[in-house]
């Protein structure tokens, strides 16, 4: 069954290569949507697919890479958009 969840990352998550990470991951787990930064510091991510593996990337979000430092990670659930491919935006 295909999910979808907006996610907002709060901590040190800019300059650390997060965004790229968190693509390569989605992608890895056939996830699609998008992530950006936004301007007050924090990451915005939209995330559809398998609900396992919307699983997976949203646990993955908690951590991040290993530069980063994720403080909060906020889930809302989302209308699934059968959005292909996952892209960094902006």
């Keep these: 069954m295909r999910t979808a969840s907006r996610l907002m990352i709060k901590g ?3 300059g650390v290569m997060f ?4 693509c ?6 056939s996830v699609s949507g998008w ?3 936004r301007v007050d510091g924090s990451v ?5 697919g398998e ?6 990337v949203i646990e993955w979000a908690r951590h ?11 889930c809302l659930e989302a209308t699934v958009r059968n959005l292909r491919g996952f892209v960094v935006v902006g």
């Design 12 to 14: 040190l998550v800019h």
């Design 19 to 22: 965004r790229a990470s968190l």
């Design 24 to 29: 390569n991951y989605a992608r890895s787990q």
């Design 35 to 37: 992530v950006r930064n």
């Design 44 to 48: 915005e991510a939209f995330v559809e």
């Design 51 to 56: 609900e396992e593996n919307v699983k997976n």
């Design 64 to 74: 991040g890479p290993p530069m980063a430092r994720v403080d909060s990670v906020r």
